[in-house]
């Protein structure tokens, strides 16, 4: 089974989608492949279906949520090519009971160990973590870049998302932005402002509350030498937090742009020589005679 979260939901056994389009149901797939081969107990699926309470007959609706999930499966096993060894090593008997499986208090989804882009993701990035704490800039580079190129838009999009989904969301939307934020890091680490600059000037637009984006930023900015556009950046995301927390930045924010300021201050203030008399040459001092009137 393959299956895709981070950009839409997708679900396919053997190329064929399995993904309803039906808004209940797609929902309820959803939840399951958020707990891919665990057991999800049925007061979470009908909590996530029906969230301000479940109607009376809800567990006859979630049956038939799930007759409708497996008639999906069994269409897409009959379309499979028998001969064609399964993922993870499962034979031809595979049906769709066994992929959806019912038991004691909820429903399993089993992938048989098929692709998954949200554990794709974590290996990546743990990857990634475990390169910057070594001090390894270019493989943490690497390993977080393809991380971050597993997502292709907003996770779960297209489903219509209950209190269970939303937090999932949320949790994969924060781990995206540490993600973020340590390619970032280590991309400037390797010396690569310049070409950061114009991608870090969306992501601040994007999330205008961010710190650590707006660090980076500002910080590639200087680099650059554009000192103006990075204290424009600082007020920024000065303004967007007093209006939306009435806080103000942190004390890193308001050390980095401190650091600013220095820079401008040094390489704007005038360097003057020192001021030689008039009346006197280097070269005349050479020709005119000691006591000589110029």
């Known amino acids: 089974m393959d299956v895709r979260i981070l950009g839409g939901l997708s679900v396919r056994e053997h190329g064929v989608s399995i993904t ?93 160990g098929g692709a998954n882009d949200v554990w794709q993701f974590e290996r990546a990035a743990g990857a990634g973590y475990r390169a910057m704490e070594a001090g390894d800039l270019p493989r943490a580079a690497l390993r977080l870049g393809e991380a971050l190129a597993l997502w292709r838009g907003e996770p779960y999009a297209g489903v219509a998302a209950g209190p269970r989904i939303r937090r999932e969301i949320e949790r994969l939307e924060t781990s995206r932005l540490s993600v973020l934020d340590q390619w970032v890091e280590a991309q400037l680490g ?60 942190s004390a890193r924010l308001r050390r980095l742009q401190r650091s600013v300021l220095a820079v401008r201050e040094t390489e704007i203030r005038p360097v003057y020589a020192p001021r030689i008399p008039a009346q006197f040459s280097p070269t005349r001092a050479r020709l005119v005679p000691a006591g000589s009137v110029g």
């Open 20 to 112: 309803p389009t039906a808004a209940a149901p797609r929902q309820l797939l959803a939840l399951l492949t958020a707990s891919a081969d665990q057991v999800v107990p049925v007061t979470v699926l009908t909590e996530e279906l029906w969230p301000s309470g479940a109607p009376r007959g809800a567990r006859t609706e979630l049956q038939s949520h799930i007759a409708e999930l497996r008639t999906l499966i069994a269409g897409a096993l009959r379309g499979a090519d028998p001969a064609e060894p399964r993922p993870g090593g499962w034979s031809d008997r595979r049906t769709a009971d066994a992929i959806l499986v019912s038991q004691p208090g909820g429903y399993r989804l089993d992938t048989g």
């Open 190 to 249: 390797l010396g690569r402002h310049a070409e950061l600059v114009s991608e870090l000037s969306g992501l601040t637009a994007r999330y205008r509350t961010n710190e650590p984006l707006h660090a980076h930023y500002i910080v590639a900015l200087l680099r650059c030498g554009h000192h103006d556009e990075a204290l424009a950046a600082y007020e920024r995301l000065s303004a967007s937090l007093l209006a939306e927390s009435g806080m103000e930045p």
